[in-house]
């Protein structure tokens, strides 16, 4: 029987590695854990002290876990595996929290891996967070994923951590598995981009007259692109006159962008009272008169360094309205002018004006307030650590579902791709990140992305892989980056698409550019007497010119304009001489 029960799994296991093979997806390989439905007490130690037992209160199978007695945070079951240097994983459990703690709005729950070194050391590291989790929640996932470092291990183990230790809890359904990509990353993107970024132009040609069709060549050229692509923009370089470049590189090669920090509370508002819209005003009307779409960045900020200190001293019994009125301020004077608000910034990273009020449901309030002055408006999220980096992915899935059936009217998630100093972006977690926040339903936005390496093709490589991860994965509506000139980047010139007073491209930014310049835009010509009078181009989405030329020479009388967007588009032309 045991053999038979062996076989059954390796014959699952083998049959997802086939599949895996032949499709480009995000794999999972077989389960590494024991007993992770905790049906019984085997496999997981529970130590100092903490009572542990099995519960009918479960979130599957038949059983949970329930802990209590617990001393500290860490007080919570651990179990060992093996792992493999440079591996990557997918680590998931739920938890339910018993109780709450007092004159607080939630409490942070973690995914850990604990790893033990071939020396004798240890290292924890966060598979994923829940930054403000409640009983009311009930059961909470806690799902995230992570790459083994690359260096002599001797084991691992995954635990809970967080709450404070006067709080019981309950942890069921654990899983960790390997992970990896069926077919390459780079076929399931370019599959992607062909799919969804393009679409077909039928081209029928007739012809009036003695027309000799191997004289007659048809151009079909891409002029524009209708995928966002935009930059975040320095509001006093952009006014600098001495800075003429840099205005020409935005209007030049972006189609969207958001400033950096012009519509800011703290800038608009840095006195209770005291407005100032006519920089980012004029800044906007600078903009959009040369063709660039604009984001609003940001209403609010929750992470306590980033609100005012006048706010910080206002009674409690004023902090809503004083919120509303900005709102509706703020909208109000850039009413029309915008496409996008980040509503509240980082709310995963800071809960201050929750905390304040100490009301949890206040993250719905700005949201309403928003939706209610401008219903038409594209409101979003926006956060980081959740698809350059995976600690906080589920956490944000968790929320967007919440704004979501709160219906206060929510567009999207930003999703800041800040990559760490000298870190190749992994196509294959992006995807893996990025399918999870498509669970929400709601469509993405890369916000606020770049890469740092001192040596320019390297970066050109990062620059090029995390391009095709966001670019092929059908939830991405648009992607804007955070800085591109060495001398305003946030991030230094390692991280810069271009450099000097002359705005010279570095290896990174010509890779960038011939990426949506070129590869990622149409233009093809057709000798009709070879592609015959009716052919089909797949087209990138945006704006096209078709020029007929015969016998050399344009017939400009009948060159034709048109936009292809998600449908396909017929062109028809008739030639005669």
């Known amino acids: 029987l045991i053999m038979a029960e062996t076989l059954g799994l390796f014959r699952k296991l083998l049959l997802n590695v086939v599949v895996c093979l032949w499709v480009s997806t995000v794999c999972h390989g077989g389960e590494l854990l024991h007993n992770g439905g905790f049906e019984s007490m085997s496999n997981w130690q529970c130590y100092s002290g903490v009572h542990c037992a099995l519960s009918t209160d479960h979130h599957c199978g038949s059983h949970s876990m329930k802990i209590t007695n617990r001393q500290h945070g860490g007080s919570a079951p651990v179990q060992s595996f093996n792992v493999t240097r440079k591996y990557m994983y997918h680590a998931e459990i739920f938890v339910k929290l018993l109780g709450d703690a007092h004159g607080k ?293 968790a929320q967007a579902k919440r704004l979501k059936a709160a219906n206060v009217g929510l567009y999207g998630l930003g999703a800041q791709c800040h990559f760490y100093e000298e870190e190749a972006p992994n196509a294959m977690l992006i995807k893996a990140r990025l399918d999870m926040l498509a669970e929400s339903g709601l469509k993405i936005w890369i916000t606020e992305f770049n890469v740092v390496a001192k040596d320019e093709n390297k970066r050109a490589d990062f620059v090029e892989t995390a391009m095709r991860a966001f670019y092929g994965h059908p939830a991405v509506e648009g992607i804007l980056l955070w800085g591109f000139w060495d001398q305003q980047h946030s991030r230094g010139p390692n991280a810069a698409l271009t450099k000097g007073n002359n705005m010279q491209l570095t290896a990174a930014g010509r890779r960038f550019l011939d990426l949506w310049e070129n590869e990622w835009m149409t233009d093809e010509t057709r000798d009709i007497g070879q592609a015959g009078s009716r052919f089909t181009v797949r087209g990138f989405h945006g704006d096209y010119t078709v020029r007929v030329h015969y016998q050399g020479k344009e017939l400009t009388n009948l060159k034709q304009y048109f936009t292809l967007g998600k449908s396909d588009h017929t062109v028809n032309i008739n030639v005669h001489v």
């Open 105 to 397: 709005i939630g409490q942070p729950l973690y995914l850990m891996v604990n790893y033990q070194y071939a020396d004798g050391s240890s290292h924890y590291d966060g598979v994923a967070e829940s930054p403000v989790a409640r009983k009311a929640d009930g059961w909470i996932k806690l799902q995230g994923d992570f790459i083994a470092p690359d260096v002599a291990l001797h084991g691992a183990n995954l635990r809970v951590q967080g709450p404070d230790g006067s709080i019981d809890l309950l942890v069921d359904c654990a899983s960790l598995t390997n992970i990896w990509y069926g077919n390459g990353w780079r076929a399931g993107s370019d599959k992607v981009i062909d799919d969804i970024r393009k679409s077909n132009i039928n081209v029928h040609v007739t012809t009036q007259g003695h027309v000799n069709l191997d004289d007659l060549d048809i151009q079909v050229v891409q002029k524009s692109k209708s995928f966002p692509i935009g930059t975040v923009v320095n509001s006093w370089a952009y006014e600098d006159s001495g800075h003429g470049l840099y205005r020409d590189f935005i209007h030049n090669h972006f189609n969207w962008a958001v400033f950096e920090s012009s519509l800011k509370w703290k800038h608009v508002e840095p006195t209770q009272g005291s407005y100032h819209f006519e920089r980012p005003l004029q800044l906007l009307k600078q903009l959009k008169d040369h063709g660039l779409k604009v984001r609003g960045h940001n209403l609010m900020w929750s992470t306590p360094q980033q609100v005012q200190d006048w706010i910080k001293h206002l009674p409690v019994s004023q902090l809503k309205s004083t919120v509303q009125h900005h709102i509706k301020q703020t909208m109000d004077a850039t009413k029309g002018q915008l496409e996008h608000w980040d509503v509240n910034n980082e709310n995963l990273q800071g809960q201050w004006y929750q905390e304040r009020l100490n009301d949890f449901d206040y993250e719905l309030e700005p949201y309403r307030i928003a939706h209610h002055n401008d219903p038409s408006m594209k409101l979003f999220l926006n956060d980081y650590i959740v698809v350059a980096h995976g600690k906080f992915t589920g956490a944000y899935l």
